[in-house]
């Protein structure tokens, strides 16, 4: 569930943890993106759906919806 991304994201990125953001989100305006953040963010999506998903691809989600579109078409 989608739900348990934007858990994730708000555990993992605690300057974010109060806001709201939903599918429609633009990543980069809730995840400063950084190479650390980037590795942050694929390790947890790793850990919790046991998928991998490469930094290319997470370049070409523009929102948290896309994201987890592209984590469940794997």
Do not use: H, R, W
Not at 48 to 66: A, Q, R, S, V
Request: overall charge negative; proline content about 3%; hydrophobic content about 45%.
């Amino acid at each position: 569930m989608i739900e348990n991304l934007i858990k994730i994201i708000k555990e993992e990125f605690i300057e974010i943890e109060n806001q709201d953001f939903n599918s429609d989100t633009l990543i980069n305006e809730v995840i400063p993106f950084s190479s650390l953040n980037i590795a942050i963010l694929l390790t947890c999506i790793e850990m919790e759906y046991d998928k991998i998903i490469k930094p290319i691809e997470l370049k070409k989600c523009n929102t948290i919806g896309e994201l987890y579109e592209l984590i469940m078409s794997k």
